[in-house]
């Protein structure tokens, strides 16, 4: 499956914004697929992931009140809504999938080029 991860961009303190997933080659409901976010100089780090029968899984409980993650089948997109964010949220956002949210978290099959979000003080 081929991954394109969109809609980063600049965004004010408490602003939100919507990243997309787009999968092409495969159904992306056949697979976990999970969002992840590297900011400069700091590790990747996995956030949250969404099943392949679409239960959100939280690898990060700091975004737990904040980011939440949906699956548009008809679209083949998976959808990362970002509330009240934060200047440390500044970062490259990435998807990946895996067969499960375990392993798209230790490895990933497939991963988008990330989109980068800055969140402005």
């Known amino acids: 499956v081929q991954l394109q991860a969109s809609g980063g961009g600049l965004v004010q303190a408490g602003g939100s914004l919507r990243l997309s997933c787009a999968a092409s080659?495969?159904?992306?409901?056949?697979?976990?697929t999970g969002w992840f976010r590297q900011a400069p100089g700091k590790e990747r780090e996995g956030l949250l992931c969404?099943?392949?029968?679409?239960?959100?899984?939280y690898y990060q409980g700091s975004v737990k009140s904040r980011f939440t993650i949906s699956r548009d089948s008809a679209k083949n997109t998976v959808y990362l809504q970002m509330n009240s964010l934060k200047p440390e949220d500044t970062a490259v956002y990435y998807c990946?999938?895996?067969?499960?949210?375990?392993?798209?978290?230790?490895?990933?099959?497939?991963w988008g080029q990330g989109t980068l979000v800055t969140v402005s003080s």
């Open positions: 080659g495969e159904a992306l409901h056949y697979y976990a």
């Open positions: 990946a999938t895996g067969s499960t949210c375990m392993e798209t978290l230790r490895s990933g099959d497939s």
């Open positions: 969404i099943t392949s029968t679409g239960n959100s899984i």
